[in-house]
């Protein structure tokens, strides 16, 4: 809070007396009161009247017309209904149709035979093969029957035969089926020696043969063959 001084609060307050006796001094000072002003003397008015002109009798209406009466409607009148009478109907005349022109036949042409249809030939059947082939396949068989029999031969270890030593030749007969297998066997030409002959148709029958080829003796189930076996002394 602000810090006032004494002195200034006294010069304050001998002011605002002052103030205060002055305004009480204006309100009793006596007040002259003037006389209000005389009123201004009533401006004269002028007021001009013209007659106005008499406005023209408005036209008489005219008379309503007479209204005449509508005439009174005429009485109902009656009439007899008559029973309504059946239409019969009328035939028409119907003009007749004109003929419709058939059309005309035309004679049918004879049908063409058709041509005749080949027939399908047989294929020719196939050429048997060459003789010189099958002769050659013969002679390849009989070759390896002989090489094979020849591969096997053995000479007779019998005491017999060791003792004799006996040579020779012996020519077997044998049959066999196209499979190969042996179906018989015998000596067709002996070499003299029963030792040699028994040995030479031991070895052909236990021999194991290739089976027989499609082309050679293609007509028969079995063959005939003969071979020789020779036998040479150790």
Known sequence: MAHVDPMERVFGGLALLSTIAVVFALQLSPVKMQPP???PPPASITVTLEAAAPEPP????PPPKAVTPPPPPPPPQVRE???ARPVIPVPRKVAPKPPTPQPEKVAEAPAETPPPVPQPVAAPPKPAAPAANVASEE????GRLRAYIR???QYPTSGQARRERPEGSTEVRFVLNRAGQVQDASIEQGSGSPILDKQ???IVKGGTYPAMPHEVWS???EHVFTVTVVFTAP
């Open 219 to 221: 007509d028969a189930p």
């Open 58 to 61: 408005a036209p008489p209406a």
């Open 37 to 39: 002003p005389p009123d």
């Open 200 to 202: 030479a148709l031991s």
């Open 151 to 153: 591969s096997i031969t």
């Open 139 to 142: 002679a390849g068989y009989v």
């Open 81 to 83: 209904t008559q029973p």
